[in-house]
Structure formats: C-alpha cells, structure tokens
C-alpha cells in the first residue's frame, strides 16, 4: 500500500514539473485530436516516472521554453497514466514505435521529428536540447 502513495507522490510529482514548465496537460483522446487539428507547430513531450524522465527529458523540456525560436504550441501527455491521451497522441507519431519518455515536432498535425527514449536515456540534458533546438530552428519559423 505505501507503494502506491510513493508512486502518486511521483505521478504528480512529474506532471507538476511539466505544468509548472509551461506545457498543457492532454489527458484524454479528444484533448489530443483538438490539439492536433490547430494549424502551427506543436510540441508533445511523452512523460513518464522513469529515471530518464526526471533527469533528462523533463530539464530539456522546461530549458525548450526559453528558447529563442518555439512551437506555437507545447503540450504533454503522460504514457502509463493517461494512457487514452497517450496512445491517441501515438497516432500522430507515425513511423515511430511507441517510446517513453520522448519528444514529437508535429506541423498541422504531421509528425516531423522524433526524439526517442534510446536518445534520451543515457545521455546529457544537453544532447536532448541540442537536438531539439535544431528541429525548432528546422521547423518552427
């Protein structure tokens, strides 16, 4: 039972980092379609309670806010929690195999970049920026 409260004590832990950052909370299939029917660039950061996920996705996604060029939109979804939301964003992520924590670029709805847990776990928070700054650059002006 004390599991429990240690994992929701982590849950809420990790999706208040990512409000906090500036990212909206998609928690169900039709807040994910809305999203992804606006017109712009959207990016979507599949959170999770792994390690790599509070070390190094989650840094590099609240550094992203600050950069000098940006999405018109960033947005979350939390794979193992809403999981609904999740596999409906997934959707969107064609070609990509589904991946915990990740980053999606999509423009009006269409995938343009991924940044996969194998490029996340075991590296810098940097590498992950780096790799984000410049699909910004690539397709957010």
Known sequence: MQFNF?????????RKEMVEAGYKELK?????DTIMKEEGTTLVMVNSV????????????????????TPD???????GQDKEATAK????????????PSFALLKDGEIQMMVERHEIEGHEP????????KAFDQHCK
């Open 6 to 14: 240690y994992m929701n004590d982590v849950v809420e832990t990790a």
């Open 126 to 133: 940097i590498q992950v920026v780096q790799k984000l700054e």
């Open 28 to 32: 169900s299939p039709e807040d994910v």
């Open 50 to 69: 792994c390690g790599c996920a509070g070390g190094i996705a989650r840094p590099a996604a609240a550094y992203m806010k600050n950069y000098e060029t």
């Open 89 to 100: 964003a997934r959707e969107y992520f064609k070609g990509y195999a589904p991946s915990s």
């Open 73 to 79: 939109r960033f947005v979350t979804v939390f794979a």
